[in-house]
């Protein structure tokens, strides 16, 4: 059966429920949960997997702190031996993703009748390829359904909600799999492709009227400027924005078609939602769901107010694919706790991007790093849609969708080079290129920074 199932609302209704136990929890409550259920996970992938029995050799009764990182290379490696379900092999689950984009298949129908697939963008190298079964999809899902709640969106948003999705459609995104999933009769879900042409997602979105409306902030801010210019006309009572960073221009922009700020929400593939915004506009990490540990370079704790060069994620409800301090390179800053919305939960402040959004360009023998916020802080008051740097041996080119007629080129160039002589880098050529949209992934995305060739 497509869509949400008796089964799997049943199990989603349940999490709910208990779920929202835990945000009365303190901080001596919310830690001893975490080291419960660490043991508990660590005890299951020892027991059930090759891979992290071999690993773990040693430091089966060591401090979390203790075990080694891994990475999404080495787990889809030894993904045979990583899984927990001995039935399960890479070889099969590609086999399975594939026959899923050829046949343009459903990716809510679980496949072989119990496990929900999805596969990872690949933007961070070799693309990965997660499991989960009928318990751990009902935990995905609920991790999301968490997000309004915790927003104090529930009083605004009339029942059944009319949900739009405009992110990716592409069967193995997780993205797609959850907007599969979630459309039913309680959320009636309009699916859109964030790489679409504007007027036929404004047509369908006109025409749906949603009441909650969640993207690519790539894709929800130039449907901002269809809103202002009055070719979309729909009030939804809620934006989320996820899987790409939030900037600044374009949540003012979308606060100004549509009333007020989007929430934001942190979350990826490998998983599902980590931190979302209460009804105070703070993001709050998943405590109960999930372990975050902002690191140096050399895997060094960072303290609070810190911003890390990647983070360690422990997935406390992760069981077919257990995911115990797995490294992602996003960049992510925690502040402690204290909110006035009364929750304990872990504040995070700020997800910066990733370290593969951080151009390195040569000044003489040195290389220096360029963070897209460079970019962010150069256009900011440029009146674009959105924006991409294309880095090519000879130089960068910026690319600005919906830039009117006339517009000072000259003056954002130098208004580019002169943020980049802020950051060190004199020297290198920048080109100004109008284009109507930005380029996307196959799955939808649109990357701040990419390669010539990408």
Known sequence: MSGLDAELLARLLALRAAWRLHERWSPARIAAHQTEAFERLRAYAVGHSAFYRRRYAGLEHAPLSALPPVTKAELMEHFDEAVTAPSLRLADVEAHLRELVENDGDPSVPWRGRWWVAASAGTTGRRGVFVWDHREWASVIASYTRIPSWAGLPGLIRRPARVAIVTSRWPTHQSAV?????NSLLFPTLRLDAGDPPDRTVGRLNAFRPDLLIGYPSALWPLAAEQLSGRLQIAPRAVLSASEVLGSRAAREMAAAWGSEPFDVYGTTETAGIASMCSARRKHVYEDLVIVEPVDADYRPVPHGVTGDRILVTVL???????IRYEMSDEVRLDGRGCPCGRSFELLSKVEGRAEEVLHLRVGETEVPVHPNVFH??????????????????????LLAGLPLGTDLRALRDRVMLGLAGAGVVGTPVNIIPVHEIQRTALGKAPLVKAAGD
């Not at 959850?178 to 979630?182: R, V, Y």
């Not at 256009?379 to 130089?395: C, K, N």
């Open 178 to 182: 959850l907007s599969a999933t979630f």
């Open 317 to 323: 409800f992760s069981r077919t694919l257990p995911l």
């Open 377 to 398: 802080a150069a256009l900011e008051d440029a009146p674009v849609t959105g924006w991409q740097v294309v880095q090519r041996p000879e130089g960068l080119d910026v």
